[in-house]
């Protein structure tokens, strides 16, 4: 039988930081409630998160960048929405705020979850954002325990 490693939901005596951009606020803003219900019931302190506000989307992976290199953070919770519009924006913006988030993380070996809301309309926001399709940021606040909670294993002989 293999040895079996993989993360749980623990995050007592963690820290994390949760990157917010202000950026189509009214939708990020219930991320930031899931990740702050979900991080809080699965045992972190209030303490022991920070919320980092940005203008947008594309300041978010320079934050997260920024808080895993301060080495207080044993992972980080970038949220943000992006709704498409009439011009090639949205596309320029969704990419590099994903490559900036993949790398940062890749390149800090902090685990960053990604939050990041990608839709085509308000609507499809507003049901990632606590209804139809549940809570993205709760989701990535999961993703973000178990990710710390794995490099903690990962990182014992």
Same mark, same amino acid.
């Given at each position: ?8 939901? &623990?995050?007592t ?37 920070? &919320? ?40 320029y ?10 790398? =940062? =993380? &890749? ?9 990041v &809301?990608t ?39």
């Amino acid at each position: 039988m293999p040895r079996v490693i993989e993360g749980n939901l &623990l995050g007592t005596g963690k820290r994390f930081a949760i990157i917010a951009g202000r950026f189509n606020h009214f939708i990020t803003d219930r991320l930031v409630e899931g990740a702050l219900d979900t991080l809080v019931r699965h045992g972190v302190q209030d303490q022991d998160i920070t &919320l980092i506000r940005v203008p947008g989307s594309f300041e978010v992976p320079m934050a997260a960048d920024r808080a895993a290199r301060s080495g207080r953070y044993q992972a980080i919770i970038c949220l943000s929405t992006l709704i498409r519009g009439d011009t090639p924006h949205f596309e320029y913006i969704a990419a590099e705020t994903t490559k900036g988030i993949a790398n =940062s =993380s &890749l390149s800090t070996g902090v685990p960053i979850a990604f939050g990041v &809301l990608t839709t085509d309309t308000i609507e499809q926001a507003i049901e990632r954002a606590g209804t139809k399709a549940g809570n993205k940021g709760a989701q990535a606040a999961s993703a973000a325990l178990e990710m710390a909670n794995l490099y903690e294993q990962l990182n014992q002989p």
